[in-house]
């Protein structure tokens, strides 16, 4: 007799050791899909020696050598997903995901399978679960398609999130399809109107992918596109992997940042291209411990720290490190933004062998970010300090100055070190000057353009106390 669904979950939680079926099938180690590759050629890191093989016969100094840890895989299809691209298969990955994060083996997998499309509505994963649960994405997952099938009463800023999750993995050679362009052209978004002008506002758009308050996070080897606003973001996280994702949207979509982390900590972004219509990484308030490398991005608007202290709040981040890494046709290069009236810093900040093709504002530091022309001058900011730009070449879109560094009038950027520039434009033989306003540091080498407009020394400030450097 075939054992109902509701009664195979119950199973799965109590006996999950001795599951027989497929969802729950014993496999000695899991093998990644074959599709999974590094994108990009910049700076590989080594490639790890292969794991030594066990000792036959299974005996070491008098004791047998340990078998290998099994995994049960709860795979989607035996919870009842269809996978045909319009079924709702919501419930089937809810009922694999319980089943799976309360399996008490050392590794469980949830699985979408290849060749598969599942419609998943906006869902929260919850944990805690048990250490070590791998969700594998092979197929394709995508939202409602576009505002007017998302579900009533539901939050729109929000597709899938991971919450209160512990040594996790979002991994495989799967899509996420955020299906991302009726959400674009809802008339509060930025966008072309049929007279040719544009439109500003607005509006509620989900975030793709959502960790919130989650530690020891990995996410590997996906391929994420169209997301309705950001691709994927993580807040209030720590101890984050994310590696030899593609990630790819429209240039002129907007607000799809490709990876934003806020108040985490302990953040490795390796090995991975997007090309968007925003930030390709964006690093928010409450942000330290930060390696990016080996990311080729754009076109989009670079690699930006920002905007912080909007609405005069306080934002501090250090200890930021981007290298070996490409932007090209891209808005920006490297940013820092930061509105005026926040407090708080950036600090400790390196930015290291990156190669711009075509950007239009390679290196740009704005302490006026504003999104309408009436933004008021205010007299704190975040104090900018410590800042090293180091073997940054390549060439920029004339439109722009090369190097734009708009520091505070009463908090002024200071220590910011510059070595080995060469930026050269895109077009034609002539060399724009840089564009420096109450920025201090200095040039350890000669720099292409020079570097004249930046002030030697340490700035003086009128009121001391509205330097907070956290």
Same mark, same amino acid.
């Given at each position: 007799?075939?054992?109902?669904?509701?009664?195979?979950?119950?199973?799965a939680?109590?006996?999950?050791?001795?599951?027989?079926?497929?969802?729950?099938?014993?496999?000695?180690?899991?093998?990644?899909?074959?599709h999974?590759?590094?994108?990009?050629?910049?700076?590989?890191?080594p490639?790890?020696?292969?794991?030594?093989?066990?000792?036959s016969?299974?005996?070491i100094?008098?004791?047998?050598t340990?078998?290998?840890?099994?995994?049960?895989v709860f795979?989607?299809?035996?919870?009842g997903?269809?996978?045909?691209?319009?079924?709702?298969d919501?419930?089937?990955?809810?009922?694999?995901?319980?089943?799976a994060?309360?399996?008490?083996?050392?590794?469980?997998?949830?699985?979408?399978?290849?060749?598969?499309?599942?419609?998943?509505?906006p869902?929260?994963?919850?944990?805690?679960?048990?250490?070590?649960?791998?969700?594998?994405?092979?197929?394709?997952?995508?939202?409602?398609?576009?505002?007017?099938?998302?579900?009533?009463?539901?939050?729109k800023?929000q597709?899938?999130?991971f919450?209160?999750?512990?040594?996790?993995?979002?991994?495989?050679?799967?899509?996420?399809?955020?299906?991302?362009?009726?959400?674009?052209?809802?008339p509060?978004?930025?966008?072309k109107?049929?007279?040719?002008?544009?439109?500003?506002?607005s509006?509620?758009?989900?975030?793709?992918?959502?960790?919130?308050?989650?530690?020891?996070?990995?996410?590997?080897?996906?391929i994420?596109?169209?997301?309705?606003?950001f691709?994927?973001?993580?807040?209030?996280?720590?101890?984050?992997?994310?590696?030899?994702?593609?990630?790819?949207?429209?240039?002129?979509?907007?607000?799809?940042?490709?990876?934003?982390?806020?108040?985490?900590?302990?953040?490795?972004?390796?090995?991975?291209?997007v090309?968007?219509?925003?930030?390709?990484?964006s690093?928010?308030?409450?942000?330290?411990?930060?390696n990016?490398?080996?990311?080729?991005?754009?076109?989009s608007?670079?690699?930006?720290?920002?905007?912080?202290?909007?609405?005069?709040?306080?934002?501090?981040?250090?200890?930021?490190?981007?290298?070996?890494?490409v932007?090209?046709?891209?808005?920006?290069?490297?940013?820092?933004?930061?509105?005026?009236g926040?407090?708080g810093?950036?600090?400790?900040?390196?930015?290291?062998?990156?190669?711009?093709?075509?950007?239009?504002?390679?290196?740009?530091?704005?302490?006026?970010?504003? *999104?309408?022309?009436?933004?008021?001058?205010?007299? +704190?900011?975040?104090?900018? &300090? @410590? !800042?090293?730009?180091i073997?940054? $070449? #390549?060439?920029y879109?004339?439109?722009?100055?090369?190097?734009? *560094?708009?520091?505070?009038d009463?908090?002024?950027? +200071?220590?910011?070190?510059? &070595? @080995? !520039?060469?930026?050269?434009p895109? $077009? #034609?033989?002539?060399?724009?000057?840089?564009?420096?306003?109450?920025?201090?540091?200095?040039?350890?080498?000669?720099?292409?353009?020079?570097?004249?407009?930046?002030?030697?020394?340490?700035?003086?400030? #009128?009121?001391?106390?509205?330097?907070?450097?956290?």
């Amino acid at each position: 007799m075939t054992l109902s669904l509701s009664f195979l979950l119950v199973f799965a939680f109590y006996s999950c050791p001795f599951f027989t079926s497929t969802e729950g099938r014993v496999v000695h180690g899991l093998t990644k899909h074959k599709h999974l590759h590094i994108v990009s050629q910049i700076s590989l890191p080594p490639v790890p020696a292969p794991a030594p093989q066990a000792t036959s016969p299974s005996y070491i100094a008098g004791f047998p050598t340990p078998e290998p840890s099994p995994t049960r895989v709860f795979n989607v299809l035996s919870f009842g997903a269809v996978g045909d691209g319009s079924s709702d298969d919501t419930q089937a990955f809810k009922m694999a995901w319980d089943a799976a994060c309360q399996c008490q083996t050392e590794l469980s997998v949830l699985l979408a399978p290849v060749g598969y499309s599942f419609v998943i509505l906006p869902t929260i994963f919850a944990g805690p679960c048990k250490s070590g649960l791998v969700f594998q994405i092979d197929g394709t997952i995508v939202p409602p398609d576009g505002p007017e099938s998302w579900p009533t009463k539901t939050s729109k800023r929000q597709w899938l999130v991971f919450y209160k999750i512990n040594e996790m993995s979002l991994q495989g050679g799967g899509v996420i399809d955020g299906r991302g362009e009726k959400w674009w052209n809802l008339p509060c978004k930025p966008h072309k109107g049929m007279n040719g002008r544009a439109l500003l506002g607005s509006c509620d758009s989900p975030v793709a992918i959502r960790f919130f308050m989650s530690s020891n996070l990995t996410v590997q080897g996906l391929i994420a596109k169209n997301s309705p606003q950001f691709h994927f973001r993580f807040d209030n996280c720590q101890n984050v992997l994310v590696e030899m994702l593609s990630i790819k949207a429209p240039a002129l979509s907007p607000n799809t940042d490709g990876i934003h982390i806020e108040n985490t900590n302990n953040v490795h972004i390796y090995n991975s291209v997007v090309s968007n219509g925003d930030d390709c990484v964006s690093i928010g308030a409450g942000c330290h411990d930060v390696n990016i490398r080996n990311i080729t991005c754009g076109p989009s608007h670079g690699i930006s720290i920002g905007s912080l202290g909007i609405r005069n709040s306080r934002a501090c981040v250090s200890n930021v490190t981007v290298t070996d890494s490409v932007i090209k046709h891209s808005d920006n290069g490297v940013r820092i933004k930061t509105w005026q009236g926040g407090y708080g810093s950036v600090s400790e900040v390196t930015f290291n062998n990156i190669h711009m093709d075509t950007v239009r504002n390679p290196i740009i530091i704005d302490q006026y970010y504003c *999104l309408s022309k009436k933004c008021a001058n205010q007299t +704190s900011a975040v104090y900018i &300090s @410590d !800042i090293s730009y180091i073997n940054i $070449k #390549g060439t920029y879109d004339v439109r722009s100055p090369p190097l734009h *560094l708009a520091c505070s009038d009463s908090v002024p950027c +200071s220590n910011l070190i510059f &070595s @080995d !520039i060469e930026l050269l434009p895109a $077009k #034609g033989q002539f060399v724009a000057d840089p564009f420096c306003w109450n920025a201090f540091g200095d040039t350890q080498t000669v720099t292409i353009p020079p570097l004249s407009c930046l002030s030697e020394g340490i700035p003086r400030f #009128g009121d001391q106390t509205i330097v907070d450097q956290c």
